[in-house]
Every structure is written in C-alpha cells, then in structure tokens.
C-alpha cells in the first residue's frame, strides 16, 4: 500500500522568477519497499542520510520538503496483524 504525501513549495517570497510552479501543492506515494529503506536509512544514519536516500527514489530538491517528507515517513509504523477469530487450535 502506498501512501501520499504533499509538498509545500518554498516561501513565494523568496523564490526567483524563474522557478515558479504552476501547482501550489505537489503529491507523491511511497509504497511499503521505499519507506523502509528510507526508515533504516534514518535509523543506522541520520535524517540526512534519509534525505539521501528519499532522493533516490524521488526527485525532491528542496530540503525543507525532503526532510518534512522523511520525518513523516519514520514515525509511520506497519499496519497491525489481524488478530485470529478464534481461540488457538479451532478451525
């Protein structure tokens, strides 16, 4: 399952011309593969590390958006195991 995340562009004020956007807010899914990678990055290196390693799967220059999206994707956790319908041992 993958999940969407927005992305804020940088401050209006501050951007050139020349990099203007013609969407306020872009979308992108990480399927269950990506965030892991990106989690372990995190865990064994750093945010930073994770950043590196969100880049490689998607094309996020802006920093503020990239470690925004990598913090949002570690404090995701596995969806829980259904629990069985009956006691041990029934059919």
């Known amino acids: 399952m993958a999940t969407a995340l927005p992305l804020t562009p940088?401050?209006?004020h501050h951007r050139p011309k020349d990099r203007e956007v013609g969407h306020e807010v872009e979308m992108f899914s990480v399927s269950q593969d990506e965030a892991a990678a990106i989690q372990k990055a995190f865990h064994e290196s750093g945010e930073w590390a994770a950043v590196a390693e969100l880049r490689?799967?998607?094309?996020?220059?802006?920093?503020?958006?990239?470690?925004?999206?990598?913090?949002?994707?570690?404090?995701?956790?596995?969806?829980?195991?259904?629990?069985?319908?009956?006691?041990?041992?029934?059919?």
Do not use: E, Y
């Open 56 to 91: 490689r799967h998607f094309p996020i220059q802006d920093n503020a958006n990239a470690l925004n999206a990598v913090r949002a994707i570690v404090r995701w956790s596995q969806p829980p195991r259904p629990v069985p319908a009956g006691p041990p041992g029934t059919p």
């Open 10 to 12: 940088p401050n209006r």
